[in-house]
Structures are given as structure tokens and as C-alpha cells.
């Protein structure tokens, strides 16, 4: 299991070699650098911002300088935001992504889950078709329709909530709920697919016969298996909460991750955006890595080794 | 002793899908094929979102003859109209009609769905079939490198893409679908792999079947539904994407249109002119809804004993 | 008094291909401490009749369209849900065909056996994994405090089987429905959990309702045995009755179709045709297109009983004078 567990952590090192050689490549091939969008500066200048950041060197060498510093937990300077590093910029805006990220989780799993069970308990009634029809229309809402309308209804016709910004925790109510309301949809249609599937199996039957509550049959026998499909949703999931993370704090007007991405991206602020993609490469190793050890925990005939 | 011929009556014919129902139609002969079809002609909203798609392809392909504005005619002395009258859906805040500009908007997100899936169906399928049929070592290394590819942040990759090589739409159609051809690729594979074991390949090949033959009789036949369906599955899931680029200002580039950017025109405005966000999202919804309507349908009617997902 | 009496039980499935009958009127009665074997092919409708009793069949499809099944006083088939459950795996109880599936794997044997005496006596749990661990050693499981803890895919199909059989144990059960107990393992395995079922009955009495496809599996246990053919009741009798005087002639294909030792060389004998479709019409005797004694007669009307005497009847046209008669 341990031996298991230090492979897959060990699977982070092509992720990332991969991530920054393509990046890298990427943003250098690109027509255009950092600092030639600014107001006209003279060519000393130039020459000077350029040595500092070592992007007069060649390709090779500046790729190869940009190695060293990641192995040593380094993602070097931002070229925009001039005397912060990435790491910096990272850990003052990744906790307000995370904290949209985990109540978004928290409602797409409440609300998914619930709605799944309910549906699967009440299987080919009107109840579980009308439950996994508002299912269909919450896949097909996305978080930059939701989130706009979420914030005319709420905030700005009601007045519940700050139209935009974070100053206080509840300003990410709304954000989250934006984010959660299609996953919680996936898991809704997962949960009851899982548990229908269930259902149907022979040792159901065994348990009837064994003169169990419908109540107990659902919460001791069918629940452990039916969450499986949910459960390994949980890890893509988790993944596209991160990537939901852009549109959502750019609506909203929130100091994330995503918007720092989408803004670096647009500056051509290499270090940042190639600190950004990395970053969220290793937490996408680590997510799966959970889901999988969770899987194991639910299925006992899964192990690992 | 005598003999009498006697005949069975099966009580009432046809009805809903269910495996009894499955067995009645092997009994009656019936293709794989025609029993999909029946199935899913049978399920409403399957039928209801394709006649919708259909209707809003038609729209997209007619948008210069239908509408007497074009996407890009500005109309400054006009500025934002609310619905109704001359303009069914109102004006934007340059005075360009919403209407004119939603039907030229939706040919860009439905060609940018279809074509990345098309993108993503090819890759995915050659990608997977490789692995699958020569399996052994080759099979491994490619399914490393999957395993690899899944944990990258791919929408970021799209993202740098755009913004390095400019808001192209060609790129578009090639990046998103380069980006959704992964779980197409595991799915292909899983199948191939499972065919190529059967005893019945087996015992072809062992009386000197070629492989171009077992590929073409018995492989290509039993992966066609299930590429259909997620194929199917994958439109909403791209024309989703685009929206997003859009969103962002990544995708399509003014005065082009599509229903992200019409979106993100909308939600700058909501507060002042709420029908320039109201109509963009709505066409966006139900299109996805009747996409997904479909690829359900398809699922349930080719795989009727899978559940939901 | 018989432990249970069923009488004209019919069971229907309705599908959209048809209705399907399923069981069509059949009855029997159970004494304390008897086997009674249930015979017929798939699709004779055995299975779904013990289901039926149980109120184990999904409904819809199925639906019980009468009859009763007395035990105790109390119609099983119009009991309340709530008590019924009452019954279920503690008065009587259930083994069934597929020990792989049937036992949950997600969830330790340790608490697929607890839960049972948790509810329906209410005892501790600590108290119900004694006696687990003590039914697991009664039907043969080496070093059952390890054992109990394990979960089912680490047993082997004929262990699983047998904490199938222990579960059944577990409520000292008045009445335990085998349903194919053997059928899913291995010919050396199947002998010894008919050998163990056979002891266990043997030792505590119990009345055990074993239903099978296979003639050799009730031959050596059972004390009365019903055949059923396509949803019908053809023959009941001892097993004296049914292997030395087998009387309709479905019975007598099935006994000619058994592997025997003491005749070499001879190629085993199959009952000609198929089963009929299970929403095929009724007229006559359903075995008919596949009987070789068949007269014009069986594809019309209604079929009697012949009563050969109080414990051995036979559906069929052909009475026994009618038997006689070809033989001379």
C-alpha cells in the first residue's frame, strides 16, 4: 500500500517535466514577449529587464536555468507583479480558490447525493424521472450562465448578497453555489445510476430474504457500492471545480487563482502562468491519488501494490 | 403416434424497452440496429432534442437569409433597444439586433461542436484501437502516457494555446479536440481489447482470417455504438468549452459572435439591458439541454443495460 | 398439521411481450422435519413460486394472482409487509443458487451474519458474533473467528455456500428454502453440501424445501418430491414413487435422461424438443409437442389428475389402466 502510495506521488515528476518543457516552449515561441506591450521604453532599459530576467541567454539555457529553480520549489519572479515571486502570489490566492472549490464540493455532494439516493430509492417512479430531469437541466447549466443570473436574482434584485468582491466568507456562498449546481447534477445522475445498478444484484435479494428494513438494505447494502461511480467522479470533479475557478472568480470579481491565470496568461507573464499550471498538475496527482485510496476504502476486492 | 403441429401465440407485441422486450425481439428477428432505433424513437425528449438540433442547424445554416440584420451591422444612433417590434430580441449596446447576431453566433458554436468532437473522435478512436489491437508492450506505454495526459490541466493548455497563437478559429476546433480525445481513446480500447479475446476472433485467426478482416467484420461493428454515443456525449461537453473561451475573451473574435461571447457581452450589461445575457443563455441552455437529451437517449437505446452512467 | 400448505398458488409476470405463467396453480403441503424436493428445468417456474412465498418477486413484473400458503395460521400471501419481514430469514429462511453474487462484497461475513439475530431477536452485537462464529463452525469452517472477519470474494464458492447455509442456521429457521443450492459449484463440492445440508437436517430436524433441476441432488435426501414443468405441477409423489414408478411420462424422460453406472455404452438419453415459450397460450398439456406418448386429445381442454394413491397423482390423459393396456 505505502510502496503504492510513493509510485503514484513519484508519477508527479514526468507530470511536471512534462507541464513545464511544453509550457515553456509554448510561451517562448509565442510572437511577442512580457515587457513589449508597455509604453515605448528605450532599448537600455529593455536590455537591462531582459538580462535581469535572463531572457537575452539562449533558449536552451534559460530552459535549463528554469529546471534547476523548479527542483529546488522554486517558480521563480513574476515578470509582471515585479517584486512578488509566484510562490508568493500562489499562496495569497490559491486559499480564496480553495475555499470557493471546497463549497462548491460541499453542494454539488449535498445536493448531488441526496437527490441521487432519493431518485434510486423511488427507481422508475414519477419522483426519479422529474429528480434526474432537473438532473439533465443542471448539466446543461453552466457556471457563467448560473453565476450572472445568480448574482441579478440575488444580489442585485435582493440585495442577500455583495454584487461583487470578497470581504466577508458568505461573498463565496454564491460563488460556490454557481460552481457546485452542474456538478451536483453529475453526481445526482452518478449516485443514482450507481445505486439502480446495485439494486439489481443478487445479494439485494439475500438481504430481503434476510427480512431487513428497506432503510437498513439502503444504508448498510446498496450505498457502499452504488457511491462507487460517484466516488471516482470525485477526483475530475475536484479537477474542474480548479478550472471552474477562472470564470467564477472573474464574475464574481474575486482575488483566486483563476483570475491571476487568466490575467497572466493575457500578460504574457511566463513565470506566473507556467507556476500556475504546475501547481494545479500536482494537486490533480494528489486529488486522484486520494479518490483511488477512497475507492479502496469502499471495495474491499480493490487493492493495491 | 400422431403428430400435431402446433402453433404459440405470443400475447401483444411491442411496448417500451426492457429485457423481456429484448428477448421478444431477437425472437422476431430484428437487427441490433432497427432495435436501437425503435428505442430511441420511443423516448420523447431523445426525439424532442433532435428535432430541436435539427431546427437550430437549419436556422444557423439560413442566418443571411433570415435575418435582414448582420451580425456586424452597428447602429450607434440606435443603441440598446429593448425586445419587441423591429427587433425580436432587442439591440445591443452598439445597436447590432441580438436575433442576427444569436443565429450567426450559433453557427460558430455548433461548428466548433462538431468539428472538435470530429477531431477528438478521430484521435481518440485511432489512439485507442492501436493500443487495444497490438496490445502486449505498445499497449502498456500507451496507457501509461494516458494515465500521464489525464492529470494535466488541459483547459489551461487551451487557454495558453489561444492566447499564444491568437484567438484563431481553426485552432479552436483543433485544441478543443485535441483536449477531449482521452476517455474516447480508454473506451475504444477497453472494447477492441475485450473483441480481440473472443473465442470467436480466436478461432478465426487460428483458420487464417486476415487481421484487416477480423478488424473490418468484427472489431469496427462493435465499437460503432458505443463511439456514436459518446461522440454524442462529447458535443455539449465542447460546445460548453468554446463558451467558456468565449467567455473569457479567448474565443471567436469581434464582431464575430458566438453564444460565449454573447454571454459575456451580456453579464457587462445585465444590470442596465438584462435581455442582452437573458437571450444568449437561454439558446446556449436549451441547445446543451437538447444535446444532452439526445446523447442520453442514445445511450439508453444502444445500451439498454447500462443505467445512467 | 403440515408445517406449510400451499394451495393453487399462480404467479404471472407481466411483461410487454406477454404474460408469462409463471406458476399456475400449484400445491403442496410441508411436514415438520421433511425435505421436500422441488424438480424441474429452468423456467418451470420452482424458483418463482418459493420467491412468491417469500414476497421476494419484484412487483411488477410479477404479480401474485392467487391461492393461499398457510404457515402458522397466516396466509404468507396476504401478510403486511412489516410482518413478513418478520418471517423472513427467521421463521424461515433462504439459500440461494449463486453463492458468488449473493452474498454482499462489499461488507464483512461478520456483518452479514450479525445483522440477521440483530434483527429479528435484538440481541448485542457481541453476543450475535458468537453465535455467527459457532454457525460457521457447525457447517464446517475451519478457524471461524478468523474467517468471520474476512469479506466473501477471499472464500472459495463452496465456503460461501456454506455461510450461506450457516446464516440460514443462525435463527434455528422452522423452515429453510434451498433454492439450486448446488448448481453454481463444482461436481466434488456440490456432494458435500448436499451431505452437509443432509446431516444438518438429519441432527435438528429441520424442514428443509430443497429445489433443484437435478434428479440425483433430491434422491438421496428428500422425502417427497414435486415435478414441475412449464409453470405446472406434473407429478408428486415419495421418492420411492417418483424414481421407481415414475408415472407422467416428463418424469420418466428426466429419469431416462440421467448418467447411470450400470449401463455401459448406451448414448444418454435426451426428452426430444424445448420448452415452450413462456408466453405461449395454454391448451392441453403443455408437455405435449415433446411427449412421445401424445394423443390427439392433449392439445385440447383440461388435463386430469390421476390419483395413484394418497401421496402419488400424476397430471396426464393417460390413466394408469390406459398404461397398462399399451404394456400388454
Known amino acids: 500500500m505505502l510502496g503504492y502510495i510513493i509510485r503514484r506521488l513519484l508519477q508527479v515528476i514526468p507530470v511536471l517535466w512534462l507541464v513545464a518543457t511544453s509550457t515553456f516552449f509554448l510561451m517562448h515561441a509565442a510572437p511577442g514577449g512580457p515587457f513589449d506591450s508597455e509604453r515605448q521604453i528605450s532599448a537600455e532599459i529593455q536590455a537591462n529587464i531582459n538580462a535581469r530576467y535572463h531572457l537575452d541567454e539562449p533558449l536552451g539555457k534559460q530552459y535549463l536555468r528554469y529546471l534547476q529553480m523548479l527542483a529546488s520549489g522554486d517558480l521563480g519572479p513574476s515578470f509582471r507583479y515585479a517584486d512578488r515571486s509566484v510562490n508568493e502570489i500562489i499562496a495569497t490566492t490559491f486559499p480564496v480558490s480553495a475555499m470557493v472549490g471546497l463549497i462548491g464540493l460541499f453542494f454539488a455532494l449535498s445536493i448531488g447525493l441526496s437527490t441521487g439516493i432519493f431518485a434510486a430509492s423511488k427507481l422508475n417512479s414519477w419522483r426519479d424521472y422529474s429528480a434526474m430531469l432537473l438532473a439533465l437541466l443542471g448539466i446543461s447549466l453552466p457556471s457563467f450562465v448560473v453565476g450572472p443570473l445568480m448574482i441579478l436574482l440575488f444580489s442585485i434584485k435582493l440585495g442577500w448578497f455583495s454584487v461583487s468582491g470578497y470581504n466577508r466568507l458568505q461573498d463565496l456562498l454564491l460563488p460556490g453555489l454557481t460552481m457546485g449546481i452542474m456538478y451536483a447534477a453529475f453526481f445526482a445522475r452518478l449516485t443514482r445510476g450507481g445505486i439502480s445498478e446495485i439494486i439489481r444484484q443478487d445479494f439485494i435479494r439475500t438481504a430481503k430474504a434476510k427480512g431487513l428494513s428497506n432503510t437498513v438494505i439502503m444504508l448498510r447494502h446498496t450505498l457502499k457500492g452504488g457511491l462507487l461511480p460517484a466516488t471516482s467522479f470525485l477526483g475530475p470533479a475536484a479537477t474542474a471545480m480548479l478550472t471552474g475557478s477562472l470564470v467564477v472568480e472573474t464574475i464574481f470579481n474575486l482575488p483566486g487563482l483563476g483570475r491571476f491565470f487568466v490575467q497572466s496568461a493575457l500578460n504574457r507573464d511566463y513565470t506566473l502562468v507556467m507556476g500556475c499550471v504546475l501547481f494545479l498538475a500536482v494537486l490533480i496527482v494528489i486529488m486522484n491519488l486520494l479518490v483511488d485510496l477512497a475507492y479502496a476504502f469502499l471495495d474491499p476486492r480493490v487493492t493495491y501494490d | 403416434m400422431i403428430k400435431q403441429k402446433t402453433t404459440f401465440v405470443a400475447e401483444n407485441e411491442g411496448g417500451g424497452p426492457s429485457r423481456r422486450d429484448l428477448f421478444a425481439d431477437a425472437a422476431a428477428g430484428r437487427s441490433l440496429w432497427q432495435d436501437s432505433w425503435r428505442r430511441l424513437a420511443q423516448n420523447k425528449l431523445a426525439v424532442a432534442g433532435l428535432l430541436y438540433l435539427l431546427l437550430q442547424c437549419l436556422l444557423a445554416l439560413l442566418a443571411p437569409y433570415l435575418s435582414s440584420y448582420s451580425y456586424a451591422d452597428a447602429d450607434l444612433l440606435l443603441g440598446p433597444t429593448p425586445p419587441g417590434g423591429e427587433h425580436l430580441c432587442g439591440t445591443d449596446d452598439l445597436g447590432r439586433d441580438i436575433l442576427a447576431r444569436l443565429l450567426f453566433g450559433a453557427r460558430i458554436s455548433l461548428a466548433v461542436g462538431f468539428l472538435a468532437t470530429a477531431v477528438s473522435m478521430v484521435i481518440g478512436v485511432s489512439y485507442g484501437a492501436i493500443s487495444g489491437y497490438l496490445g502486449g508492450r505498445v499497449d502498456t506505454v500507451m496507457m501509461r502516457l494516458l494515465e500521464v495526459l489525464y492529470a494535466l490541466p488541459f483547459t489551461f493548455f487551451v487557454i495558453i494555446l489561444m492566447v499564444i497563437f491568437g484567438r484563431n478559429i481553426y485552432l479552436l476546433f483543433i485544441a478543443l479536440g485535441a483536449v477531449q480525445w482521452l476517455t474516447m481513446a480508454r473506451i475504444v480500447r477497453g472494447q477492441v481489447l475485450s473483441i480481440k479475446n473472443r473465442e470467436y476472433v480466436e478461432a478465426a485467426l487460428t483458420i487464417g482470417v486476415s487481421h484487416w478482416r477480423i478488424i473490418w467484420r468484427h472489431i469496427i461493428p462493435n465499437i460503432i455504438g458505443p463511439v456514436i454515443v459518446y461522440s454524442t456525449l462529447t458535443i455539449p461537453v465542447v460546445v460548453l468549452e468554446e463558451a467558456f473561451l468565449s467567455f473569457l475573451g479567448l474565443g471567436v473574435q469581434e464582431p464575430m459572435a458566438s453564444w460565449g461571447t454573447l454571454i459575456a457581452d451580456g453579464v457587462g450589461a445585465m444590470e442596465t439591458y438584462p435581455w442582452m445575457l437573458i437571450f444568449p443563455s437561454f439558446s446556449l441552455m436549451v441547445a446543451l439541454l437538447a444535446l444532452n437529451f439526445l446523447g442520453d437517449g442514445l445511450r439508453e437505446a444502444m445500451d439498454p443495460q447500462a443505467g445512467l452512467d | ?328
Not at chain 3, 15 to 39: H, K, M, N, W
Not at chain 3, 156 to 181: C, F, H, N, Y
Not at chain 3, 191 to 216: F, P
Request: with cysteine; net charge neutral.
Open chain 3, 1 to 328: 398439521m403440515p408445517l406449510l400448505q400451499v394451495e393453487d398458488l399462480r404467479v404471472f409476470f407481466h411483461t410487454y411481450a406477454g404474460v408469462i405463467r409463471a406458476v399456475d396453480g400449484l400445491s403442496f403441503s410441508l411436514e415438520p422435519g421433511q425435505c421436500l424436493g422441488v424438480v424441474g428445468e429452468s423456467g418451470s417456474g420452482k424458483s418463482a413460486a418459493m420467491m412468491a412465498l417469500l414476497g421476494l418477486l419484484p412487483q411488477p413484473p410479477a404479480k401474485i394472482h392467487g391461492g393461499r400458503a398457510l404457515f402458522h395460521h397466516q396466509d404468507l400471501l396476504c401478510l403486511p409487509k412489516r410482518e413478513l419481514r418478520k418471517i423472513r430469514g427467521n421463521k424461515i429462511a433462504m439459500i440461494f443458487q449463486d453463492p458468488m453474487t449473493s452474498l454482499n462484497p462489499y461488507l464483512r461475513i461478520s456483518t452479514q451474519m450479525t445483522e440477521i439475530l440483530t434483527t429479528h431477536e435484538g440481541v448485542s452485537t457481541k453476543n450475535a458474533l458468537s453465535r455467527a462464529i459457532a454457525a460457521l463452525e457447525q457447517v464446517g469452517i475451519a478457524d471461524a473467528s478468523r474467517a468471520i472477519v474476512q469479506y466473501p470474494h477471499q472464500f472459495s464458492g463452496g465456503m460461501r455456500q456454506r455461510v450461506m447455509i450457516a446464516m440460514a442456521l443462525l435463527t434455528k429457521a422452522e423452515i429453510i428454502i434451498a433454492d439450486e443450492p448446488t448448481t453454481a459449484l463444482d461436481v466434488t463440492i456440490q456432494a458435500q453440501i448436499i451431505e452437509l445440508l443432509r446431516s444438518l437436517q438429519q441432527r435438528y430436524g429441520l424442514s428443509l424445501i430443497l429445489v433443484t433441476h437435478d434428479l440425483g441432488v433430491v434422491a438421496g435426501i428428500s422425502d417427497h418430491i414435486l415435478v414441475m414443468y412449464n409453470g405446472r405441477l406434473v407429478e408428486r409423489g415419495t421418492v420411492e414413487d417418483i424414481f421407481y414408478r415414475p408415472s407422467h411420462p416428463y418424469t420418466e424422460g428426466l429419469l431416462q435422461a440421467l448418467p447411470r453406472v450400470d449401463q455401459q455404452h448406451q448414448h444418454l438419453y435426451a426428452i426430444p424438443g424445448a420448452p415452450p415459450l413462456p408466453t405461449a397460450q395454454r391448451q392441453g398439456c403443455s408437455f405435449a409437442p415433446r411427449c412421445p406418448q401424445v394423443m390427439p386429445m392433449c392439445y385440447e381442454g383440461e388435463v386430469p389428475w390421476v390419483a395413484i394413491n394418497q401421496q402419488h397423482q400424476y397430471l396426464c390423459h393417460l390413466t394408469t389402466e390406459l398404461k397398462e393396456g399399451a404394456a400388454r
